[in-house]
């Protein structure tokens, strides 16, 4: 009877599935927001923020899993304590600092307003009166529309990434679209956005740019001031550079 016992054993551990290692991160980055992060059909994540949290790891010599989620979804998951660390171009506010604590920046963005040539943007409210406008939900863009529509706050559109954005404007189920200019920039660059451009001047106003910072879990006081000073170091040793040149033709520190 004991030796029976020790097979079945034997065999329950030989079938039970890996245990993932104490020391490993949960890393989350988003889908679909080329060329910072995309999901390809056989599950691979890449792009310069996949690149930067590969090398964070690196330098925290730890193990990550990187996984995909939708922008709204991250944050939310980084303060339930199942995952460590989001890398999604995360501006800071007061809602968000509630909830996750911030690394150090490492990069400066700024948002554009994109469209077909011909627009006219001098007066926002207008604008989305006339024009059906999106946004990323939950984004900092998306709040600062939703301040200046008033009565037409319904023809504001809140999608789920940035990737998601660009396709409505291609499609035309949306006009206008207020987004990160550095995501904006590979799409106007291409052949599928060839019809569109920026309709305004960059902004940095309103929490529409500025410092971008990665989410990590709060109160992890060791994992904050490790992911700092990777970030350093890369930037130090110009590794940063040399991973922002892959997919852009300047710097954005």
């Known amino acids: 009877m004991l ?15 890996p245990l993932a290692r104490a020391d490993e991160l949960v890393v989350l980055l ?15 994540l890449s792009g310069f923020n996949v690149d930067i949290a590969n090398a964070i790891c690196r330098e925290l010599a730890r193990p990550c899993s990187l996984k995909a989620l939708t922008f709204p979804e991250i944050i939310p998951e980084i303060a339930a304590g199942r ?6 171009n995360f501006l800071r506010t007061p809602e968000r600092e509630r909830l996750v604590a911030f690394s150090v920046p490492y990069w400066r963005s700024t948002s554009s307003l994109i469209g077909p040539p011909g627009v006219v943007v001098d007066d926002l409210a207008v604008l989305i009166a006339h024009n059906p406008v999106c946004a990323i939900s939950d984004s900092l863009q998306m709040r600062f529309l939703q301040e200046h529509a008033g009565a037409n706050a319904g023809r504001l559109q809140a999608l789920a ?3 998601a954005v660009l396709d409505a404007l291609v499609a035309g189920t949306c006009r206008v679209a ?15 956005g060839a019809g569109f451009g920026f309709l305004a001047q960059p902004r940095m106003d309103r929490g529409l740019g500025g410092d ?11 994992l904050k001031e490790g992911v700092d000073r990777a970030i350093a170091r890369l930037i130090d040793s110009g ?14 520190l």
């Open 178 to 192: 207020l987004m990160p200019t550095m995501q904006a920039l590979p799409f106007l660059q291409s052949q599928v």
């Open 161 to 163: 990434s940035n990737q």
């Open 212 to 222: 971008v910072l990665i989410a990590l879990t709060q109160g992890d006081k060791a």
């Open 239 to 252: 590794e940063h550079e040399r991973i922002t040149r892959k997919y852009f033709p300047f710097s954005i």
């Open 83 to 88: 995952a460590h660390i989001g890398i999604a």
């Open 30 to 44: 988003t889908p679909r927001s080329t060329p910072f992060s995309a999901l390809d059909e056989n599950g691979r």
């Open 3 to 17: 030796a029976l016992l020790r097979s079945v054993l034997v065999v329950l551990i030989f079938l039970a599935p």
